[in-house]
């Protein structure tokens, strides 16, 4: 806790950018957050939430701008810096240690001491606390590792709780947690702020948010587009636009007609799958754009992988071209069925960083680019390479540049240039615009509207609703992995919203 | 407010592909450390020449000096094989005792010398595709399986040597393998006129198994696939590269190198013994690494890890000749194993961050937003 008194904030954030290889995550950001009231941080996937929630937990450094912590100018270089000054948090991603207690997590960090030797009473008398403050009833000394995926949520939120800190920062706590127990965390989150904390709240769910939240700040693109605004002031539907901007919607969208009569391209008939797809019906036409509308965790990215043979399909059947077929790996449904994957993370999964432009356009491509001595025949490579530079207009100083080096867009047109140049019949695309600015999205949806209209069958996952309405014909609405019902695209985003809202909500209804 | 999406401009692409500048060449000609090493060796060789005219003689130390690059050259492209992809083989040593084994007893049964140095070749790479397969298909960690591989062969090589010949080595005296092993270019003779004494025939196997390793990492299909599987496995599974295929065949491809080394100092030192391999493992580290192959994989140099070995090589022969004691030979080869380490890290962070910087420039500065912010 500070002495200075002197600001009204509790914690400040002025003009604060941080940049990484080929994306500007925060751009001159702001954010205020006033003593006892919970503040909502909101923006989409990319947005530059959490590399925010990074720089004030002292995991990360901004570039340039200001935090202010109870008035005093801090720069955190690391985690334990920030808990020392009154910022606690808890984190989107679990950081738990499995192989330790319930007791040891939550004091991890913090762990009291005694004369130089851990006082574990303490350390269990603390994690009671905190868990009782939660009405989380389990033994302390519990392995983490028994624990389900929100029981170990719940006790990230106890360490959060643990620091006792003035500002608590909370990224998406209650993604993975029932109604239940997120009312129990709100009831702490507001006992909290009676007592004069501050608490930021980062969420993707508005209904949390309207009935919590007092003020929000919204990011779009990394940048701050609304400051401290009174949620009491504004409706929900200002807040949708203030999220994904409606410059987008007003893309000049191309009257798609695709013929759904013929056989399907890709057909899926009650797949299920080792990681508990039920049931899943799904259907793309050549010609045709469909999309898999989500929240994250629902399940679509784990239905792409078993599509190509990553994950084990324990039910139904998928046919390609109307034949029921089974896909073993990545380079059976290249090479057998014709299916191209785009991967979501293309810095982790679709691109070989340190390679070259070339290189990675290519890689699909090395049987047809290699003689029958497995040779690679390098004009043939060279000429491919160039053909997918200029046709996809990657901007790059030669094909010999590292795709490292490229900015976030010009990273994915190569990530999906080199499925391209493998010329298959159906491309799933995986999340196509994450990461990407707002003008480069607009070319990327041109793209992917010239290659339906080629023949290809398209399968667009994304958690963008603005860009499922903009870009696909059908979407297709998966949660707790089940496709829970399908929606002709007209592209109106208010109609289709609030369809496909109800879709996402179809399956917890039904269990209640 | 419509939003306009500019249309794809080939001109200003092209005008962005600019030549890099002269300046810029030199830099990464200087930052190529395969420059750096034969500036290394041919100052080490002029300083220890001058100073130690013996050095020159080509029956006593020219020859037995090249005759140990070019065999260590083949144990570092061993070692090199498994880095690119990202491992490692703690078992080079053990793998060429296997393939000097396994020459030896073919050799001993009458077969002619190229079958014998396939066999040796062939054993090697069967240890190695071992390792593959447990790599790729029960997913261990390559150090704990070639670390556990190379003490099964620590045992397992003398147990046989003992078995299959009553002393502890195998002497044989096939046709061309004391030629291969020892002879030098003074005897091939073209009518009068003789090669230089120094330069072991070895020499030019060792070039020819570089040769033909650099056109695979270099040209082939295969190899370009090995090189990415390194780069990210995880983005080479999903582009359609058959990684398990690709991780067991270089350990195989790791073992035959090892192999042929061990077949190649058996033919040097005229007998194959248990102990063939046994100081094979730190070189086989330091000749890729000084020749700039990345431990993390998807970058090798064949030739760098020639010259590497090149330089080790000759360190210790340069110490040898001045009296140096083999406890100080040893704390000197350890210290530039770190050193090589240290560069590799530095190379790692200094690409990073010309890659981060490169990138910054590349983003386009903020522009003012078209959209009003709304503000309390």
């Known amino acids: 806790m500070t002495t200075t008194t002197s600001s009204p904030w509790a914690l400040e954030v002025r003009a604060v950018s941080k940049a990484f290889p080929g994306v500007r995550a925060l751009d001159a950001v702001n954010l205020r957050l006033a003593p006892g009231e919970v503040h909502a941080l909101l923006g989409e996937n990319g947005a530059g939430k959490s590399t925010l929630i990074k720089i004030l937990t002292g995991i990360q450094t901004a570039d340039t701008g200001q935090i202010l912590v109870g008035g005093t100018e801090r720069v955190f270089h690391s985690a334990h810096e920030a808990t020392a000054a009154g910022i606690g948090a808890v984190h989107q991603e679990r950081n738990v240690v499995t192989a330790f207690t319930v007791a040891e997590n939550i004091a991890l960090g913090n762990t009291p001491t005694r004369h130089g030797r851990v006082d574990w009473r303490a350390v269990r008398d603390g994690a009671r606390r905190v868990l009782d403050m939660l009405d989380f009833r389990i033994d302390p000394d519990t392995p983490m590792n028994r624990l389900s995926p929100a029981q170990t949520q719940l006790v990230e939120i106890a360490r959060g709780l643990y620091a006792d800190s003035a500002v608590l920062l909370l990224d998406e706590p209650t993604a993975s947690i029932s109604d239940n127990e997120s009312g129990l965390l709100f009831d702490v989150v507001h006992r909290l702020t009676d007592q004069g904390r501050a608490v930021l709240f980062v969420s993707h769910k508005l209904e949390e948010v309207f009935a919590h939240c007092r003020t929000a700040t919204v990011f779009r693109d990394g940048r701050s587009v609304a400051e401290a605004v009174q949620l009491a002031d504004v409706d929900r539907d200002t807040v949708v636009d203030l999220l994904v901007g409606r410059t987008l919607a007003k893309l000049d969208v191309p009257d798609r007609a695709p013929d759904r009569t013929s056989t399907p391209a890709i057909e899926l008939r009650g797949v299920e799958t080792e990681r508990g797809h039920r049931s899943v019906d799904l259907s793309v036409h050549r010609g045709e754009i469909v999309g898999l509308y989500g929240l994250v965790g629902a399940g679509r990215t784990e239905l792409a992988h078993a599509l190509l043979g990553l994950d084990k399909i324990t039910g139904g059947e998928v046919r390609v071209s109307g034949e029921v077929v089974r896909i073993k790996d990545v380079g059976d449904a290249l090479s057998r069925h014709r299916i191209g994957y785009v991967t979501e993370d293309r810095k982790a999964e679709g691109l070989f960083l340190d390679q070259t432009v070339a290189r990675n356009l290519t890689v699909t491509v090395l049987g047809q680019l290699s003689n029958r001595w497995g040779v690679l025949r390098r004009k043939a490579a060279r000429v491919a390479a160039d053909e997918y530079i200029d046709s996809l207009d990657i901007r790059v100083s030669s094909r010999d540049q590292i795709v490292g080096q490229l900015s976030g867009g010009n990273q994915q047109k190569v990530s999906l240039g080199k499925w391209l140049a493998a010329r298959t019949d159906i491309l799933v695309i995986d999340e196509p615009t994450v990461g990407i600015d707002v003008r480069t999205k607009g070319a990327f949806y041109r793209l992917i509207w010239d290659l339906a209209d080629q023949g290809k069958a398209v399968l667009v996952i994304s958690s963008d609703l603005a860009e499922m309405v903009t870009l696909v014909d059908t979407i297709a609405v998966m949660q707790d992995f089940e496709v829970t019902g399908h929606v002709a695209n007209t592209h109106d985003y208010d109609e289709m919203s609030k369809a496909v809202i109800r879709l996402v909500h179809r399956t917890s209804e039904n269990v209640a | ?376």
């Open chain 2, 1 to 376: 407010m419509t939003s306009t999406v500019p249309r794809p401009t080939v001109t200003r692409r092209i005008d962005e592909r600019i030549n890099p500048s002269t300046k810029e060449r030199f830099g990464s000609a200087l930052s190529d450390n395969r420059v750096g090493l034969v500036v290394l060796i041919a100052l080490l060789v002029v300083a220890i020449g001058s100073a130690r005219p013996t050095f020159w003689n080509p029956q006593f130390v020219m020859g037995p000096m090249l005759t140990n690059i070019a065999i260590y050259s083949v144990v570092g492209l061993s070692q090199m094989a498994v880095l690119s992809i990202g491992q490692m083989n703690l078992a080079v040593g053990g793998m060429a005792a296997t393939g000097g084994l396994g020459a030896a007893i073919a050799l001993d049964h009458g077969a002619p010398l190229v079958v014998g140095m396939v066999v040796g070749v062939i054993a090697g790479a069967a240890c190695g595709a071992v390792c593959g397969l447990l790599v790729t298909r029960a997913d261990v960690n390559s150090f704990v399986v070639t670390l556990a591989m190379s003490f099964a062969l620590l045992g397992l090589v003398p147990a046989v040597y003992g078995w299959v010949s009553t002393g502890a080595a195998i002497t044989v005296d096939t046709p061309g393998l004391a030629e291969l092993g020892r002879w030098t270019t003074a005897n091939l003779c073209l009518g009068n006129t003789c090669g230089p004494a120094g330069v072991p025939l070895l020499l030019f196997l060792s070039i020819a198994t570089m040769v033909v390793v650099a056109f695979g990492y270099a040209r082939t299909r295969v190899g370009r696939e090995t090189l990415l599987t390194g780069s990210s496995a995880q983005a080479a599974l999903l582009s359609a590269i058959p990684v398990g295929r690709r991780v067991t065949s270089v350990h195989a491809l790791s073992g035959a190198l090892a192999g042929l080394a061990g077949v190649m100092l058996g033919a040097s030192t005229g007998s194959f013994t248990p102990s063939i391999g046994q100081e094979f493992l730190i070189p086989s580290f330091l000749g890729p690494i000084l020749g700039g192959t990345l431990l993390v994989g998807g970058y090798v140099s064949v030739l760098g890890t020639s010259l590497g070995i090149a330089l080790t090589v000759l360190i210790r022969q340069g110490l040898l000749l001045f009296g140096v004691g083999i406890e100080g030979l040893n704390i000197l080869l350890g210290s530039v194993l770190l050193l090589a380490l240290c560069t590799d890290r530095i190379r790692d962070v200094m690409s990073q961050r010309s890659r981060l910087r490169a990138s910054l420039q590349g983003v386009p500065a903020s522009e003012p937003s078209s959209e009003g912010k709304v503000a309390a």
